[in-house]
Protein backbone atom coordinates (compact mmCIF):
# COMPACT_ATOMS: atom_id res chain seq x y z
CA UNK A 1 0.00 0.00 0.00
CA UNK A 2 3.01 2.54 0.50
CA UNK A 3 4.26 1.89 -2.86
CA UNK A 4 1.24 2.28 -4.33
CA UNK A 5 0.89 5.91 -2.55
CA UNK A 6 4.51 6.58 -3.76
CA UNK A 7 4.02 5.86 -7.31
CA UNK A 8 1.27 7.99 -7.63
CA UNK A 9 2.05 10.66 -5.82
CA UNK A 10 5.46 10.95 -8.26
CA UNK A 11 3.26 10.53 -10.89
CA UNK A 12 1.50 13.39 -10.08
CA UNK A 13 4.27 15.30 -9.15
CA UNK A 14 6.29 14.75 -12.49
CA UNK A 15 3.22 15.34 -14.49
CA UNK A 16 2.70 18.39 -12.68
CA UNK A 17 6.35 19.31 -13.28
CA UNK A 18 6.03 18.77 -17.42
CA UNK A 19 2.75 20.44 -17.80
CA UNK A 20 4.01 23.50 -15.96
CA UNK A 21 7.39 24.13 -17.41
CA UNK A 22 6.52 23.22 -20.76
CA UNK A 23 3.42 26.05 -20.85
CA UNK A 24 6.29 28.42 -19.43
CA UNK A 25 9.01 27.67 -21.72
CA UNK A 26 6.78 27.10 -24.75
CA UNK A 27 8.17 23.70 -25.44
CA UNK A 28 8.22 20.25 -24.40
CA UNK A 29 11.26 18.31 -24.15
CA UNK A 30 11.97 14.76 -25.24
CA UNK A 31 11.14 11.71 -22.93
CA UNK A 32 14.61 10.40 -22.68
CA UNK A 33 15.44 14.05 -21.38
CA UNK A 34 12.46 13.88 -18.29
CA UNK A 35 13.73 10.14 -17.89
CA UNK A 36 16.67 10.88 -16.81
CA UNK A 37 16.44 14.13 -14.99
CA UNK A 38 14.03 12.43 -13.03
CA UNK A 39 15.53 9.05 -12.46
CA UNK A 40 18.76 11.66 -10.34
CA UNK A 41 16.21 13.77 -9.23
CA UNK A 42 13.80 10.73 -7.08
CA UNK A 43 17.18 9.06 -6.66
CA UNK A 44 18.54 12.43 -4.28
CA UNK A 45 15.09 12.44 -2.79
CA UNK A 46 15.16 8.54 -1.25
CA UNK A 47 18.59 8.86 -0.52
CA UNK A 48 18.58 12.24 1.08
CA UNK A 49 15.89 10.73 3.50
CA UNK A 50 17.11 7.59 4.04
CA UNK A 51 20.64 7.55 3.97
CA UNK A 52 21.98 11.61 4.76
CA UNK A 53 19.29 12.47 7.38
CA UNK A 54 19.40 9.36 9.68
CA UNK A 55 23.14 9.29 9.45
CA UNK A 56 23.23 12.95 10.87
CA UNK A 57 20.67 12.62 13.63
CA UNK A 58 22.29 9.44 15.12
CA UNK A 59 24.36 11.66 17.09
CA UNK A 60 21.90 14.49 17.70
CA UNK A 61 25.00 16.91 19.45
CA UNK A 62 26.60 16.47 15.90
CA UNK A 63 23.95 17.23 13.59
CA UNK A 64 24.41 21.05 13.59
CA UNK A 65 27.32 20.36 11.58
CA UNK A 66 27.30 17.07 10.23
CA UNK A 67 23.80 17.78 8.34
CA UNK A 68 25.48 21.04 6.47
CA UNK A 69 28.22 19.13 5.46
CA UNK A 70 26.69 16.00 4.36
CA UNK A 71 24.62 18.32 1.94
CA UNK A 72 27.21 20.18 0.35
CA UNK A 73 28.92 16.66 -0.44
CA UNK A 74 25.30 15.46 -1.65
CA UNK A 75 24.84 18.75 -4.11
CA UNK A 76 29.01 18.70 -5.23
CA UNK A 77 28.22 15.14 -5.95
CA UNK A 78 24.74 15.52 -7.80
CA UNK A 79 26.13 18.52 -9.79
CA UNK A 80 28.74 17.13 -11.90
CA UNK A 81 26.95 13.46 -12.17
CA UNK A 82 23.65 14.78 -13.52
CA UNK A 83 26.16 16.91 -16.34
CA UNK A 84 28.43 14.21 -17.04
CA UNK A 85 25.56 12.06 -17.09
CA UNK A 86 23.57 13.92 -20.22
CA UNK A 87 26.66 14.96 -21.48
CA UNK A 88 27.10 10.73 -22.27
CA UNK A 89 23.79 10.01 -23.69
CA UNK A 90 23.95 13.41 -25.76
CA UNK A 91 26.83 11.68 -27.46
CA UNK A 92 26.39 8.07 -27.09
CA UNK A 93 22.41 7.67 -27.17
CA UNK A 94 21.56 10.16 -29.30
CA UNK A 95 19.65 11.71 -26.41
CA UNK A 96 17.81 14.79 -27.82
CA UNK A 97 17.95 18.27 -25.17
CA UNK A 98 17.70 21.55 -26.01
CA UNK A 99 21.05 22.81 -25.10
CA UNK A 100 24.11 20.85 -24.92
CA UNK A 101 25.70 19.86 -22.15
CA UNK A 102 28.43 21.51 -20.78
CA UNK A 103 30.29 22.87 -17.06
CA UNK A 104 28.71 26.46 -17.31
CA UNK A 105 27.52 28.90 -14.68
CA UNK A 106 23.93 28.14 -16.04
CA UNK A 107 24.05 24.22 -16.12
CA UNK A 108 25.72 24.37 -12.15
CA UNK A 109 22.75 27.01 -11.28
CA UNK A 110 20.03 24.68 -12.59
CA UNK A 111 21.70 21.80 -10.52
CA UNK A 112 22.43 23.47 -7.46
CA UNK A 113 18.84 24.83 -7.31
CA UNK A 114 17.61 21.28 -8.38
CA UNK A 115 19.39 19.68 -5.27
CA UNK A 116 18.44 21.94 -2.90
CA UNK A 117 14.94 21.36 -4.38
CA UNK A 118 14.62 17.90 -3.72
CA UNK A 119 16.96 17.87 -0.74
CA UNK A 120 14.25 20.48 0.77
CA UNK A 121 11.25 17.94 -0.74
CA UNK A 122 13.01 14.94 0.96
CA UNK A 123 13.28 16.63 4.28
CA UNK A 124 9.66 17.75 4.62
CA UNK A 125 9.30 14.02 3.86
CA UNK A 126 11.78 12.57 6.23
CA UNK A 127 10.16 14.98 9.15
CA UNK A 128 6.66 14.02 7.98
CA UNK A 129 7.26 10.38 8.25
CA UNK A 130 9.23 10.75 11.59
CA UNK A 131 6.30 12.48 13.16
CA UNK A 132 3.63 9.79 12.94
CA UNK A 133 5.66 6.86 13.39
CA UNK A 134 6.38 8.72 17.02
CA UNK A 135 2.93 8.86 16.98
CA UNK A 136 2.23 5.67 16.29
CA UNK A 137 4.87 4.44 18.95
CA UNK A 138 2.85 6.76 21.58
CA UNK A 139 -0.23 5.63 20.64
CA UNK A 140 0.98 1.58 21.03
CA UNK A 141 2.64 2.48 24.28
CA UNK A 142 -0.29 4.48 25.80
CA UNK A 143 -2.71 1.24 24.03
CA UNK A 144 -0.02 -1.46 25.95
CA UNK A 145 -0.45 0.93 29.22
CA UNK A 146 -4.15 0.65 29.23
CA UNK A 147 -3.68 -2.94 28.48
CA UNK A 148 -1.58 -3.49 31.36
CA UNK A 149 -3.65 -1.67 33.99
CA UNK A 150 -6.67 -3.97 32.54
CA UNK A 151 -4.76 -6.89 33.11
CA UNK A 152 -3.70 -5.77 36.61
CA UNK A 153 -6.99 -5.23 38.08
CA UNK A 154 -7.61 -8.46 35.97
CA UNK A 155 -5.27 -10.21 38.50
CA UNK A 156 -6.41 -8.15 41.47
CA UNK A 157 -9.90 -9.25 40.70
CA UNK A 158 -8.64 -12.87 40.08
CA UNK A 159 -6.60 -12.89 43.44
CA UNK A 160 -9.58 -11.47 45.78
CA UNK A 161 -11.68 -14.53 44.04
CA UNK A 162 -9.45 -16.88 44.72
CA UNK A 163 -8.17 -15.78 48.61
CA UNK A 164 -12.26 -16.10 48.96
CA UNK A 165 -12.21 -19.61 47.81
CA UNK A 166 -9.85 -20.35 50.15
CA UNK A 167 -10.85 -19.50 52.80
CA UNK A 168 -14.27 -20.86 52.01
CA UNK A 169 -12.26 -24.01 51.29
CA UNK A 170 -10.95 -24.14 54.96
CA UNK A 171 -14.28 -25.01 56.30
CA UNK A 172 -13.77 -28.91 54.73
CA UNK A 173 -10.58 -29.71 56.04
CA UNK A 174 -11.36 -28.44 59.52
CA UNK A 175 -14.68 -30.58 59.03
CA UNK A 176 -12.74 -33.40 57.97
CA UNK A 177 -9.83 -33.31 60.98
CA UNK A 178 -12.23 -32.82 63.61
CA UNK A 179 -14.50 -35.89 61.58
CA UNK A 180 -11.01 -38.04 61.76
CA UNK A 181 -10.34 -36.68 65.38
CA UNK A 182 -13.47 -38.31 66.96
CA UNK A 183 -12.83 -41.81 65.22
CA UNK A 184 -9.64 -41.56 66.43
CA UNK A 185 -10.98 -41.07 69.71
CA UNK A 186 -13.87 -43.57 69.62
CA UNK A 187 -11.61 -46.48 68.03
CA UNK A 188 -8.10 -46.21 69.64
CA UNK A 189 -9.20 -48.98 72.87
CA UNK A 190 -11.03 -50.78 70.45
CA UNK A 191 -8.70 -51.06 67.62
CA UNK A 192 -4.84 -49.43 68.46
CA UNK A 193 -4.15 -50.16 65.10
CA UNK A 194 -7.13 -48.47 62.82
CA UNK A 195 -6.76 -45.58 65.65
CA UNK A 196 -2.82 -45.66 64.58
CA UNK A 197 -4.13 -45.71 60.64
CA UNK A 198 -6.29 -42.59 61.42
CA UNK A 199 -3.93 -40.55 63.10
CA UNK A 200 -0.94 -41.22 60.32
CA UNK A 201 -3.51 -39.95 58.12
CA UNK A 202 -4.32 -37.48 59.66
CA UNK A 203 -1.03 -35.81 59.72
CA UNK A 204 -0.27 -36.28 56.42
CA UNK A 205 -3.75 -35.19 55.18
CA UNK A 206 -2.67 -31.87 57.41
CA UNK A 207 0.95 -31.71 55.94
CA UNK A 208 -0.64 -31.76 52.45
CA UNK A 209 -3.71 -29.09 52.70
CA UNK A 210 -1.11 -26.65 54.98
CA UNK A 211 -1.08 -23.01 53.99
CA UNK A 212 1.56 -22.97 50.68
CA UNK A 213 1.73 -19.00 50.65
CA UNK A 214 3.10 -19.49 54.39
CA UNK A 215 6.90 -20.34 52.95
CA UNK A 216 7.73 -21.99 49.64
CA UNK A 217 10.24 -24.25 50.98
CA UNK A 218 9.80 -26.68 54.59
CA UNK A 219 12.12 -27.99 56.64
CA UNK A 220 13.48 -32.15 55.22
CA UNK A 221 12.69 -33.59 58.29
CA UNK A 222 9.17 -32.72 58.52
CA UNK A 223 8.83 -34.02 54.90
CA UNK A 224 10.62 -37.68 56.27
CA UNK A 225 8.08 -37.68 59.25
CA UNK A 226 5.24 -38.08 56.34
CA UNK A 227 7.42 -40.58 54.98
CA UNK A 228 7.58 -42.67 58.05
CA UNK A 229 3.54 -41.75 58.31
CA UNK A 230 3.35 -43.25 54.74
CA UNK A 231 5.21 -46.75 55.69
CA UNK A 232 3.05 -46.67 58.53
CA UNK A 233 -0.18 -46.78 56.47
CA UNK A 234 0.88 -49.21 53.90
CA UNK A 235 2.45 -51.76 56.87
CA UNK A 236 -1.06 -51.51 58.80
CA UNK A 237 -2.77 -52.08 55.27
CA UNK A 238 -1.04 -55.52 54.39
CA UNK A 239 -1.35 -56.71 57.71
CA UNK A 240 2.54 -57.41 57.36
CA UNK A 241 5.86 -55.87 57.48
CA UNK A 242 7.07 -54.11 54.43
CA UNK A 243 10.42 -54.35 53.01
CA UNK A 244 11.50 -51.31 52.89
CA UNK A 245 13.82 -49.30 54.57
CA UNK A 246 14.42 -45.26 54.75
CA UNK A 247 17.81 -44.56 55.92
CA UNK A 248 18.38 -40.46 56.42
CA UNK A 249 21.72 -38.52 58.19
CA UNK A 250 21.26 -36.24 61.00
CA UNK A 251 22.64 -33.46 59.36
CA UNK A 252 19.20 -33.16 57.61
CA UNK A 253 17.72 -30.80 60.81
CA UNK A 254 18.54 -27.54 59.55
CA UNK A 255 18.16 -28.35 55.59
CA UNK A 256 15.01 -26.95 53.97
CA UNK A 257 13.77 -27.88 49.76
CA UNK A 258 10.71 -27.65 48.17
CA UNK A 259 7.69 -30.00 49.39
CA UNK A 260 6.55 -33.17 48.16
CA UNK A 261 9.45 -34.23 46.33
CA UNK A 262 10.69 -36.69 48.74
CA UNK A 263 7.06 -37.89 49.46
CA UNK A 264 6.37 -38.46 45.61
CA UNK A 265 9.26 -40.28 45.43
CA UNK A 266 8.31 -42.84 48.25
CA UNK A 267 4.41 -43.04 46.81
CA UNK A 268 6.32 -44.27 43.05
CA UNK A 269 7.54 -46.89 45.57
CA UNK A 270 4.58 -48.15 46.96
CA UNK A 271 3.10 -48.07 43.51
CA UNK A 272 5.53 -49.30 41.25
CA UNK A 273 7.54 -51.67 44.01
CA UNK A 274 7.32 -55.20 45.18
CA UNK A 275 7.72 -55.41 48.67
CA UNK A 276 6.40 -58.39 50.04
CA UNK A 277 10.14 -60.38 48.88
CA UNK A 278 12.44 -60.29 51.98
CA UNK A 279 15.77 -61.17 49.41
CA UNK A 280 14.85 -58.26 47.09
CA UNK A 281 14.23 -55.18 49.58
CA UNK A 282 13.14 -51.29 48.40
CA UNK A 283 15.60 -48.61 49.95
CA UNK A 284 15.04 -44.91 50.12
CA UNK A 285 18.25 -43.14 51.58
CA UNK A 286 18.36 -39.39 52.05
CA UNK A 287 21.54 -37.80 52.91
CA UNK A 288 23.58 -34.24 53.19
CA UNK A 289 27.29 -33.74 52.31
CA UNK A 290 27.61 -30.02 53.53
CA UNK A 291 26.32 -28.56 50.29
CA UNK A 292 24.13 -31.20 48.38
CA UNK A 293 21.19 -33.28 49.07
CA UNK A 294 21.17 -36.51 47.80
CA UNK A 295 18.04 -38.55 47.38
CA UNK A 296 18.19 -42.41 46.22
CA UNK A 297 15.53 -44.78 45.72
CA UNK A 298 15.50 -48.61 44.49
CA UNK A 299 12.74 -51.11 44.27
CA UNK A 300 12.13 -54.18 42.82
CA UNK A 301 9.67 -53.91 39.72
CA UNK A 302 6.41 -55.37 40.75
CA UNK A 303 5.66 -57.71 37.51
CA UNK A 304 1.95 -57.77 38.12
CA UNK A 305 1.31 -54.02 38.05
CA UNK A 306 0.37 -52.20 34.72
CA UNK A 307 1.01 -48.55 34.48
CA UNK A 308 -1.48 -46.32 34.38
CA UNK A 309 0.04 -43.03 35.19
CA UNK A 310 2.82 -42.36 32.13
CA UNK A 311 5.31 -41.22 34.75
CA UNK A 312 3.18 -37.85 35.63
CA UNK A 313 4.14 -37.92 39.48
CA UNK A 314 7.95 -38.21 38.02
CA UNK A 315 7.57 -35.68 35.47
CA UNK A 316 5.29 -32.62 37.60
CA UNK A 317 8.47 -33.47 40.02
CA UNK A 318 11.25 -32.94 37.44
CA UNK A 319 9.13 -29.57 36.47
CA UNK A 320 9.18 -28.40 40.02
CA UNK A 321 13.04 -29.02 40.38
CA UNK A 322 13.97 -27.31 37.42
CA UNK A 323 11.58 -24.40 38.15
CA UNK A 324 13.00 -23.73 41.47
CA UNK A 325 16.49 -25.00 40.98
CA UNK A 326 17.14 -24.82 37.26
CA UNK A 327 20.47 -27.00 36.31
CA UNK A 328 21.50 -27.13 40.23
CA UNK A 329 19.04 -30.29 40.34
CA UNK A 330 18.95 -33.52 38.66
CA UNK A 331 16.65 -36.13 38.33
CA UNK A 332 17.58 -39.49 36.70
CA UNK A 333 16.00 -42.93 36.60
CA UNK A 334 16.82 -46.17 35.05
CA UNK A 335 15.89 -49.83 35.61
CA UNK A 336 18.63 -52.54 35.68
CA UNK A 337 19.23 -55.81 34.08
CA UNK A 338 18.10 -57.35 38.04
CA UNK A 339 14.68 -56.04 37.78
CA UNK A 340 15.12 -53.09 40.18
CA UNK A 341 14.10 -49.65 39.37
CA UNK A 342 16.98 -47.11 40.75
CA UNK A 343 16.30 -43.18 41.17
CA UNK A 344 18.72 -40.57 41.98
CA UNK A 345 18.11 -36.57 42.79
CA UNK A 346 20.60 -34.49 43.42
CA UNK A 347 19.89 -30.60 44.70
CA UNK A 348 23.06 -28.47 45.10
CA UNK A 349 21.22 -25.72 47.60
CA UNK A 350 24.44 -23.06 48.47
CA UNK A 351 26.62 -23.04 44.73
CA UNK A 352 23.60 -22.04 42.83
CA UNK A 353 26.32 -20.73 40.20
CA UNK A 354 27.33 -23.77 39.47
CA UNK A 355 25.92 -26.49 37.63
CA UNK A 356 25.38 -29.46 38.54
CA UNK A 357 28.08 -31.98 37.08
CA UNK A 358 27.03 -33.77 33.95
CA UNK A 359 27.81 -37.33 35.39
CA UNK A 360 24.89 -37.39 37.39
CA UNK A 361 22.61 -36.97 34.22
CA UNK A 362 23.84 -40.67 32.66
CA UNK A 363 21.16 -42.96 32.80
CA UNK A 364 23.40 -46.15 33.58
CA UNK A 365 24.05 -44.51 37.43
CA UNK A 366 23.39 -47.13 39.52
CA UNK A 367 22.83 -45.85 43.26
CA UNK A 368 25.78 -46.03 46.01
CA UNK A 369 23.90 -48.47 48.19
CA UNK A 370 23.08 -50.92 45.38
CA UNK A 371 26.68 -51.44 44.76
CA UNK A 372 27.54 -52.40 48.38
Same mark, same amino acid.
Given at each position: ?183 ? @??? #?????? /??? !? %? *? $? ?115 ? @??? #?????? /??? !? %? *? $? ?40
Amino acid at each position: MNYRIHFIAWFFFIFYEIVLTGILRGYFASFGSYFVFYVFNIFLFYFHAHIILPTAYKQPKQAFWLLPLLVIIEVLIYVPLTIGAVALLQQYADLTISTKAAINKTSIGNGVWRAIYFILFSSGYYYLTSYFRERKNAQQAEKDRLWMIIENQTIQSELIKTQYAHLKAQINPHFLFNTLSFIY @TNI #RKTSPE /GAE !A %V *L $SLSEMMRFALRDETENTLIPVQLEIEQIENLIKLHTLKSGSPLNLTLKYDKTLDNIEIIPLVMLTLAENIFKHGDLTKPDKPAVMSVSFDGNTILIETSNFINSNYVSQSHNIGLDN @TVK #RLKLIY /GDN !A %V *L $SFNRDSTGYFNLYVRINLFNPEESVNPEFRKDEYVPEFLSK
